[in-house]
Nanobody
Framework: QVQLQEIGGGLVQAGGSLKLSCLAS????????MGWFRQIPGKEREFVAA????????DYADSVKDRFTISRDNAWNMVYLHMNSLKVDDTAVYYC????????????????????WGQGTQVNVSS
């Protein structure tokens, strides 16, 4: 299994942009479907975006569709979340997640399906 580390959280004004990165250690990154989730205190961790092994398929929560973009670079063991037009409601701790799969087409939106999680990075969007 890989280990994950998120990079790039911080404070941004509403309407601004932020890019999150997730570095995966290990030699099997290219067999893992990847996802981004977020969580605010007192609420369940929610799905944000997912990407298949070959990056050919992506999926997004309705709340972030057309504003966020997930991408990955298998050569560098990285997955990214580009966040544009940020809203105050996007404030949360963002987590990167990985799940080893047996098809390069698979992408996963269910939190419980992911086996590996990063420690999270805080994103604060001010009004």
């Amino acid at each position: 299994q890989v280990q994950l580390q998120e990079i790039g959280g911080g404070l941004v004004q509403a309407g601004g942009s932020l890019k999150l990165s997730c570095l995966a250690s290990g030699h099997t990154f290219s067999t893992h479907a990847m996802g981004w989730f977020r969580q605010i205190p007192g609420k369940e961790r929610e799905f944000v975006a997912a990407i298949s092994v070959n990056a050919g398929t992506t999926d997004y929560a309705d709340s972030v569709k057309d504003r966020f973009t997930i991408s990955r670079d298998n050569a560098w063991n990285m997955v990214y979340l580009h966040m544009n037009s940020l809203k105050v409601d996007d404030t949360a701790v963002y987590y990167c997640a990985a799940k080893e799969v047996n098809s390069y087409l698979y992408y996963i939106t269910f939190r419980s399906s992911y086996a590996v999680w990063g420690q999270g990075t805080q994103v604060n969007v001010s009004s």
